[in-house]
């Protein structure tokens, strides 16, 4: 469809006024959910042993995650986030397990497939959490809460499907929940929390940085993290860093987390952080980008060098498109092709500083603390740091795709 408006009408003078309502024919969501539905959901949870909330991103879209957590804590249920969901609950939070999918922590995976209910609230059971949907979560009921009725049953249909919006209908399960209780605590389920904590115990997230290097990306995130106290939004790109970031931030509140999701949208980091800078001028962001992402839109960096944005991106240089890498390694006997960056690499300290940004290079794993820290100091313009990472470093733990959650790699040696 084009519009095409002449340029008379946009030279024109007028006064604006906001419309009193809204109409868009044929655009009629259901927002509170079916009373009788709901009513059996609260049913099915009270009555499980094993609960699981399945947490997605259309939860923060709804401004959901304070009633999600007062749910949680209500009706005593662990909860997982989706990629799309990191903040919706704290991670640390005691009924937080973390991320659940291909890469995600061993025990939200684990515990989506031991589960003998899931309470899904605005996720739509992607692949890359369900892995094979024929192997998932064999022994789940499951209540499915989303406003679009096509993402009900398409994929797992089930037990209690609840269509309506995430804060809506969350808020109707509290009410009701409340009144089930009748002032009585929800049920403890201590076995279930036994075998939770024995696996976030025997599995954690993992990985070694050598005093001498080279650098991990992990490294780099945690240290951001502590540096700045998790007081930040964060950007990612897509890859092996959006996935280590997404494990190793700790995020403690919703809408800090931004990444593009299952659109994989490489170059994504570079103008969203900008983006989020200039709406939320008061707040920390740092975009956590590749090389290979960050070599797609880092021209995006003059506008705000002109502007003076001051955003900050880290570039995990590690000379390869590093998930494409690690899955040809991994499944393809290292049959490399289109992968290794190494020899068209630019100076990204000279590249940001011909845009009018500060570079900053750490070569060394004593040299990130203070990198970052000089680059969170700058506040008028923004600021490039180039992290020369580990060229062979891969993420885990993964689940391969179209695979069984059962069959989680925690290291290269388990695929032996």
């Known amino acids: ?27 009629k969501p259901s927002t509170q959910g079916h009373p009788k539905q709901v009513k059996a959901a609260v049913e099915l949870i009270h009555r499980s042993e094993r609960p699981v909330l399945y947490v997605g991103g259309g939860v923060i879209r709804s401004g959901a995650s304070d009633a999600l957590r007062e749910l949680a804590e209500l009706a005593n249920l662990p909860a997982v986030t989706t990629l799309m969901a990191r903040g919706a609950i704290p991670d640390s939070h005691p009924l937080a397990l ?7 922590t061993y025990t939200a995976i684990t515990a989506m497939q031991r589960a003998d209910l899931l309470i899904a609230i605005g996720a739509r059971f992607d692949d890359r959490v369900t892995g094979n949907p024929a192997t998932f979560a064999p022994l789940a009921k499951v209540i499915h809460v989303d406003v679009d009725p096509a993402e009900i049953g398409k ?15 969350i808020d109707q399960l509290i009410a009701v929940m409340r009144k089930r209780l009748d002032g009585h605590e929800a049920p403890r389920r201590e076995p279930w929390f036994a075998q ?43 890859g092996q860093h ?22 994989g949208t490489m170059g994504y980091a570079v103008p969203a952080a900008i983006g989020a800078k200039v709406a939320m001028p008061e707040e920390t962001v740092f975009a956590i980008d590749g090389d290979g992402c960050f070599q797609m839109t880092f021209q995006e960096l003059i506008t705000a060098s002109i502007e ?15 998930m494409v890498k690690q899955w040809q390694r991994l499944f393809y006997n290292e049959r490399y092709s289109a992968i290794d960056l190494s020899d068209h690499t630019p100076d990204y300290v000279k590249l940001a500083e011909a845009m009018g940004c500060v570079g900053l290079r750490a070569d060394h794993p004593d ?3 203070p990198t970052l820290e000089k680059a969170l100091a700058v506040d008028d313009r923004p600021v490039v740091v180039e992290f020369r990472c580990d060229p062979d470093a891969m993420v885990f733990p993964m689940v391969p795709a179209g695979g069984s959650n059962d069959d989680v790699i925690e290291r290269a040696e388990d695929l032996a």
């Open 308 to 322: 003076k944005i001051p955003v900050k991106i880290a570039v995990m240089n590690n000379h390869s498109l590093g």
């Open 367 to 369: 040299e990130v603390a």
């Open 196 to 238: 939770l904590r024995e696996w976030q115990r025997d599995h954690p997230l993992r990985y070694t940085q050598a005093p001498d290097g080279p650098i991990q990306q992990q490294y780099v995130v945690e240290e951001l993290h502590r540096l700045t106290g998790g007081d930040a939004i964060v950007v990612a790109g897509v």
């Open 1 to 27: 469809m084009l519009v095409d408006l002449p340029k008379n009408v946009l030279n024109a003078e007028m006064k604006w006024h906001r419309p009193a309502q809204l109409n868009l024919p044929g655009y």
């Open 98 to 104: 973390g991320m659940p999918g291909m890469h995600g």
């Open 242 to 263: 959006q996935m280590w970031a997404s494990q190793f931030w700790g995020f403690e509140r919703p809408n800090t987390w931004i990444n593009s999701g299952g659109l």
């Open 155 to 169: 994929v797992r249909d089930p037990e209690v499907p609840i269509v309506g919006d995430a804060a809506a209908v």
